[in-house]
């Protein structure tokens, strides 16, 4: 039923294009890949996203052949490649660096894998002016490369890494070197020519923007191991971690001890509910192929947080990507009464001052641990006068950051910790009603926050 | 304001005197119509037309060349690859111990490089001649090779080689159509250098040379000996001119490229 949407992560019966089996990568005493698992599926573009020096560089150039695994196998299409030299696998890198060959034109370039493989020089010719069309740069064959800009240059080294057809192509970083506007433009060139070529990409970066917009996983590593790998929103709204979350974008990260909330019979309701959700809800459009959808992990947080307020998964699919979007949405509005607050999840005592927080969606299981609250600060409301909501925070406005199409208010409570609060400007002049050194209130869903085990 | 103070003036006459005055000296001389050295008699080039005239400078010439010739291309060949095993061997056993010994020939005195290779011919029951003048100079030109060319790997970029292997290329492959190409005009100056050196080594040739092989510099050497004639003076006018359009030459192809490059480079960006 789910088979127009992309996600052969999901299915049992999808075999990997990759495969990495507990593959460890040591330099001398320095451990870069841990015991590394990970299966990377056909047409994926799959990201590999950290800071540096997690081990995201090291897995790439291991897929590549520069680096041979210590320990563990690296399967490509069932195949053990971990001995094979880079230049017999069906595999093209593209370097950071570009590495074009300076002292041959463009159009060389592109030929130079061709013409490696022994192909027949009509054929060649061919490609290559394919190749060519597909990244626009037909005017520039005849140029060398230190006589075309950067964004031709970062073109060049694409079409002449998918010149070769591979099964696989690595992409080091591949944007780093463009200006913003430039690497916006071309993140969407990206997937345009992974879509249309089919190829299977792996992107290694430490832009997390950039990950987000252009893979349909996203893996977050960290000392050598992947900390956990989703869909992009489920990375964003369902973060496995405080490293996640405090890793992918903004989030105030509250701490305090866990204790379960009362479930009254409401709660069976909320579990009974989806259930005859799924069967009446519509298939999803046929052309979101690339609508990303959550793997087992992804699944099991998505029940535990998301589907007491969203529903059931097959009723998500089709909006999984807009589901936070309208949360988001409404946060600019009051929040909800705590009327509608839902039964179960936790609360959250925290500096043994004043109301615990209210997490409905949490794992009841955590009572009595030391958890953190991750709190998107788009998901907060800022208002003058105290809102009639699930969470209400009371502080003063410390500073505020106007980015133009939002603003970052920074509100320090008076237990003294400091909380963002994002609102999107809708309207041309800003709200001028909060200002400098105001007292305000800050209020947020029951199910706003994501509530993580404290890492030791 | 005056860019040139008395004193940076005179420091820099004295040092360029210094450096140049014997040279100018010898070169006006060589056009000196006197069989006297030290006299002026007026212009000719008489004892150029001479030389030509001298089958044993002639043969003498014809010897440095042939020497000049093979003992750069071997120490050029040599020295690349000792080059590109230092910078690109990563750290193996004794790599220390290799750069050292392989820059070690330049600060050794010459005699002692010229006597130790004397004596290993002589141990190794190799008649002297041309050959062992090669192969003395070969030894010696080659830590020069080595160490413009390492200079030029330092600076290269290693993806380049690892995008060559990625695209198919076997190590050797990507040496050829890639590393080399680029390095080329690093491997050319070496080259230029180890001929130039080779051309105007005195000591180390005469310790190795045998019946049949004498360079140039010998031969002026042994007829200074005997007593300046202008004859010299005019082989060494020509020697000195070659020495100097070999070294312009050498750091022109350097310079020009880069140039030539970075005009490039701005042509581009302007066009975008």
Known sequence: MAQTVFAPWNDPKEKPLIEFVNVTKRFGDFTAIDNLSQKIYAKEFFALLGPSGCGKTTMMRMLGGFETPTSGKILLAGQDIGAVPPNKRAVNMMFQSYALFPHISVWENIAFGLKREGMAKVKIAARVDEMLRL???????????????????????????????????LLDEPLGALDKKLRQETQFELMDIQESTGTTFVI??????????????????????????????VIYEAPNSVYVADFIGDVNLIEGTAKARKTSNTTKQLAAQPIAEPEVSPKPEPSSDRKPQPNERGEWLHDKLLEPVLGKRAAVQKTVA??????????????????????????????????????????????GAKVVLALRPEKLSISTEEPDAANVLRGKVIDIAYLGNISTYYVQLETGTMVKAQIANTRRVSRRDITWEDQVWLSFRATAGVVLEQEA | MRRFSWFNVTSLTLGFAFLYLPMIILVVYSFNSSRLVTVWAGFSTKWYGELLQNEDFLQAAWVTIKVAFFASSIATVLGTMAAYVLVRGGRFHG?????????APLVMPEVITGLSLLLLFIGIGLDRGILTVIL????????????????????????????????????????????????????????????????????????????GATTLPIKVFSAVRLGVSPEINALSTIMIGIVTIGVITTSLISKRSAIKQAREERAADRST
Not at chain 1, 140 to 167: N, T
Not at chain 2, 95 to 103: A, D, K, P, Q, V
Not at chain 2, 144 to 150: E, G, K, N
């Open chain 1, 135 to 169: 990244t626009r740069l037909e005017k520039f064959s005849g140029r060398k490369p230190h006589q075309i800009s950067g964004g031709q240059r970062q073109r060049v080294a694409l079409a002449r890494s998918l010149a070769k057809a591979p099964k696989l192509l």
């Open chain 1, 204 to 233: 290694v970066t430490h832009d997390q923007e950039e990950a987000m917009t252009v893979a349909s996983r996203v893996a977050v590593m960290d000392h050598g191991k992947i900390v956990q790998v989703a869909t992009p929103d």
């Open chain 1, 322 to 367: 807009t589901a936070p979007i309208s949360e988001t949405a409404t946060s600019v509005a009051p929040a909800p009464k705590p009327s509608d607050l839902p039964d179960g999840g936790l609360e959250i005592a925290w500096l043994d001052n004043g109301k615990p927080l209210i997490a409905s969606n949490a794992d009841p299981s955590l009572d």
């Open chain 2, 95 to 103: 790599r220390t111990l290799f750069s050292g010994m392989i820059y």
């Open chain 2, 136 to 211: 003395a100079h070969t030894t010696f030109a080659m830590c020069y090779v080595s160490v413009v060319v390492s200079s030029r790997l330092i600076s290269f970029d290693r993806s380049l080689e690892e995008a060559a292997l990625d695209l198919g290329c076997s190590p050797f492959e990507a040496f050829r159509l890639v590393t080399l190409p680029i390095i080329a005009p690093a491997v050319i100056s070496g080259w230029l250098l180890a001929f130039t050196l080779s051309l105007d080594d005195l000591v180390i040739a005469s310790f190795t040379t045998g019946p």
